[in-house]
T-cell receptor
Framework: DGGITQSPKYLFRKEGQNVTLSCEQN?????MYWYRQDPGQGLRLIYY???????QKGDIAEGYSVSREKKESFPLTVTSAQKNPTAFYLC?????????????FGQGTRLTVV | GDSVTQMEGPVTLSEEAFLTINCTYT??????LFWYVQYPGEGLQLLLK?????DKGSNKGFEATYRKETTSFHLEKGSVQVSDSAVYFC???????????FGKGTMLLVSP
């Protein structure tokens, strides 16, 4: 079945640690995205990538980093510089460059700082 | 910049009641408009979309019409079910881009 797989589902991080969230897709989509969801805040764009080896900052990129070495994979690293990392993180993919295209979402990773 | 405003929840209804969730947007040009739904603990799924003025998107009994004159895309359903309980997000995508700008979401709770 085609889709997006995020792992792990739950992640706990100690203060000062970097953690990496995994996102893999087998939909053959060029574009991939990371969103952060906080209660009552909707989804906010962290980073996106339209093609391999290229990515752009979204609205809230500070304290995060990404890489796009393969078409299928778009991992997100939450660094120690992110002051409030506890949130629900969603990865998505879509056809590149078309505003009328559907975005497909993973099941999310819930990150908690302990 | 682009923005989406939707009514705050929770919206609490009895089964078979009529549903309206209001959504208005601010954007340049003619964005594409979407409603996504999120069930507890899950990612988002596309519910419906409309890509130009006066288009009506529909799916699973839900409908929304792209109103350019009022910059609105209100979600409606004639008779809700308990299984419709979820969070509903209105979103837009600007012309030529696939990134999405979301509203804050509206929780719908339907009781038997």
């Amino acid at each position: 079945d085609g889709g997006i797989t995020q792992s792990p589902k739950y992640l706990f991080r100690k203060e000062g640690q970097n953690v990496t969230l995994s996102c893999e897709q087998n939909l053959n989509h060029d574009a991939m995205y990371w969103y952060r969801q906080d209660p009552g805040q909707g989804l906010r764009l962290i980073y996106y990538s339209q093609i391999v080896n290229d990515f752009q900052k979204g609205d809230i990129a500070e304290g995060y980093s990404v890489s796009r070495e393969k078409k299928e994979s778009f991992p997100l690293t939450v660094t120690s510089a992110q002051k409030n990392p506890t949130a629900f993180y969603l990865c998505a993919s879509s056809i590149r460059g078309r505003s009328n295209t559907e975005a497909f979402f993973g099941q999310g990773t819930r990150l908690t700082v302990v | 910049g682009d923005s989406v405003t939707q009514m705050e929840g929770p919206v609490t209804l009895s089964e078979e009641a009529f549903l309206t969730i209001n959504c208005t947007y601010t954007a340049t040009g003619y964005p594409s408009l979407f409603w996504y739904v999120q069930y507890p603990g899950e990612g988002l799924q596309l519910l419906l979309k409309a890509t130009k003025a006066d288009d009506k998107g529909s799916n699973k009994g839900f409908e929304a019409t792209y109103r350019k004159e009022t910059t609105s895309f209100h979600l409606e359903k004639g008779s809700v079910q308990v299984s419709d309980s979820a969070v509903y997000f209105c979103a837009l995508s600007p012309p030529g881009y696939s990134t999405l700008t979301f509203g804050k979401g509206t929780m719908l709770l339907v009781s038997p």
